[in-house]
């Protein structure tokens, strides 16, 4: 049996525009070790943006197509392709991970059918999505779609987040952009696992939002004093590692300033060399596309800006690590790891321009589903 529907795609052309379509794609048969999910569920992630939008101007947009086959069209600046050329011509799915229900199975695979599965590996802002049956993973009872549509990216990086502060050492974290979907995880994960943790927001409501799921330490760098606080926190808690979101302008380097004036505070003897305090600061986000800047003379040369990313983590964690890493989420699904969404949106809905530009805001507090059957 086949099963056809839509499957959102994002095409970079050479002549320098950005086309997002609704292409029918058809699933066939599946293989003997294969399902069919009809995806009922998928977020909306900072990660899938990158290939939705890539390097196009949203102030561009266009609209193309029907209301039945809508079309968006942005231009992109000359001064990106070059970057982009390997993805120049290609057609490609979007949407990370989602959670939706078996609706055809291969012999191998009959004991999923049926079944509510949370899935990863990309292509699921779609009405169907064709994977291998070890690539879904089957919810709790009574788990909904929602629920477990976020299963994968933002539980696993909380939890590679504590994973790689303790295998490098580090006893407490910094952490930015904390009142994200992904920040509240890591604050929850934090307090049960007795890991100190300074949250950095941009507003007192995220502030609040932090402190009311227990968070000690919140600050507002908007704040005349933040610099000072940071430095507080930092040499309260111990925190010598942080997950930077933002990326861009002087935020990390504030961060390893306030770890290094931590540390002097405990000095003894001077050295021009600094504190021998070694500091980490992982840059995981690219909320403010500026370039970084390091005030590198302020924090001596105990330090260290890398960036990280969850797959090249659970390749290095091991097959192990990521397995107890998974019980733990379906676990915790719906306290620890619950995700809130702000907004449901239907598969269409996806390329009206009014929603593109609100889910493309990426502010803090909203989070769009895609709900494909919607509408």
Known sequence: MAFTGRELRSTLNEDGTLRLSLEQVTHGDPAPDAVVVQVEAAPINPSDLGLLLGPAQIDTLREEGTADAPVLVFDVPQGRLASMKARLGQSLPVGNEGAGTVVAAGSEAQGLLGKRVGMAGGAMFADYRTLKAREVVPLPEGASAADGAALFVNPMTALGFVETARREGHKAIVHTAAASNLGQMLQKLCRADGIPLVNIVRSEEQAAILRGIGATHVLNSKDEDFRARLVD????????????????????????????AAAVRAMTDYSRYGSDQFKQLYIYGALDLAPTTLNRLAFGFQWSVSGWL??????????????????????????????????????????????????????????????????
Request: hydrophobic residues 45%; proline residues 3%.
């Open 233 to 260: 926190a930092v040499a309260e808690t111990g925190a010598t590692i942080a997950f930077d979101a933002i990326g861009g302008g002087a935020l990390g380097s504030d961060i390893l300033q306030a770890m290094e």
């Open 310 to 375: 969850l797959m090249p983590f659970l390749q290095r964690a091991g097959g192990e690590v990521v397995g107890a890493m998974r019980r733990r989420v379906l676990g915790e699904l719906t306290t620890t790891f619950a995700s809130r969404y702000t907004r449901a949106i239907g598969l269409a809905e996806a390329l009206n321009p009014e929603v593109l530009r609100a889910y493309e805001r990426k502010a803090t507090g909203e989070k769009f589903l895609i709900e494909p059957g919607k509408g």
